[in-house]
């Protein structure tokens, strides 16, 4: 048998490549005749940014039965402080790279630093979380028959050649950098998900997550949208990374969440992109910090840092086509709600 042409770097999806084993059986609960048993919902790193975000929404729909699992390392408890002490929610202080028992109908595996600041400060210990953390959620989910989604990154691409990021591109990724360690951890924790669906017959899906951004976000988390909004905030000059024309695509966070549940509730696998293609350029985005928060402040071109991607646009196609999704929150209409939230943190008085 001819061997498969990998030369143009695409591939098809995993799934369709071998037939998988039927799913564990879950919980007889799901089955009752008499009762109507919540959906009980993991989310590990569910006091971070993003995941306290989707804390809330599976919550306020009130048929879900919540756990969050956190170590705290970038997450805080002041995210989940209006769930704690509800009936159908609990948090557990507990960090992924061990084993966790827990009897549920759905992990969101959020768990891992997402920003440089903080996967660059313990790189080992960023690709343990990716790695073993992973395989400690997929042997839960294999145990208990659970479906499990993985946020993955835009970062699996690198610093890509094609633009913009389809899923079948596989990427332009430096496997020993200082991002590695979030980059490679990844794209390992994608491969551990596939393998078990197609050796275990678990139910998963895989979002490709793109540059998110709203309230929550660590304020010195390094990252350019939080940067810019807390030093225009503090009458800071904006420091833009030379050249200023490398670009980023900006989706708000309840555009996200609204994206992962849908992936989750679905029927597809993945990878799927979730992001928002409006395309930026560092200096376009400075601007616009500039003329909707501190018109007075002032540009610096700083030092770029090693391996950083120079363009990243997500193709949404997919996400558009299979899961009916699409972000509807603008960069203008997002960027004023994150700077009030900010600004409340900052104790920095309103002008």
Request: net charge neutral; aromatic share 8%; hydrophobic share 35%.
């Amino acid at each position: 048998m001819a061997a498969a042409d990998s030369s143009n770097g695409a591939t098809t999806n995993a799934s369709s490549q071998a037939v998988p084993r039927p799913p564990p059986t879950p919980s007889p609960l799901r089955y009752s005749k008499f009762s109507q048993a919540k959906l009980r919902i993991l989310v590990t790193g569910g006091a971070g940014f993003i995941g306290s975000h989707l804390v809330d929404r599976l919550m306020e729909s009130g048929n879900n039965e919540v756990i969050v699992a956190d170590n705290f390392f970038t997450g805080s408890k002041d995210n989940l402080r209006k769930w704690i002490g509800h009936p159908n929610f609990e948090l557990i202080r507990h960090d992924v790279t061990e084993t966790l028992l827990v009897e549920v109908d759905q992990i969101y595996h959020l768990a891992c630093p997402a920003s440089p600041i903080f996967y660059k400060y313990n790189p080992v210990k960023t690709i343990k979380t990716n790695v073993i953390g992973t395989l400690n959620m997929l042997g839960l989910a294999k145990r208990v028959g659970a479906r499990i989604l993985l946020t993955s990154t835009s970062e699996v691409y690198g610093d890509p050649l094609e633009h913009p990021q389809k899923e079948e591109y596989w990427g332009n990724v430096n496997p020993i950098g200082v991002r590695s360690c979030y980059d490679e951890g990844k794209r390992v924790a994608e491969t551990l998900m596939f393998d078990y669906h197609r050796q275990h017959g678990l139910e998963i899906r895989i979002a490709r997550i793109f540059n998110t951004y709203g309230p929550r976000m660590n304020i010195d988390d390094g990252r350019v949208v939080s940067n810019f909004i807390a030093q225009a905030l503090r009458g800071e000059e904006l420091t833009v990374q030379a050249p200023g024309t490398q670009t980023r695509s900006f989706c708000y966070v309840s555009d996200m969440v609204d994206g992962l549940i849908r992936l989750m509730e679905g029927e597809n696998t993945g990878p799927i992109n979730l992001g928002n293609p409006g395309e930026f350029t560092m200096l376009e985005l400075a601007e616009a910090v500039k003329e909707l928060i501190e018109p007075s402040a002032q540009l610096k071109i700083t030092e770029n840092t090693p391996d950083d991607p120079r363009m990243r646009k997500p193709d949404i196609t997919k996400a558009k086509t299979l899961l009916g999704w699409e972000p509807k929150v603008s960069l203008r209409e997002g960027l004023p709600r994150m700077a009030e939230d900010f600004r409340l943190r900052l104790n920095v008085p309103k002008k």
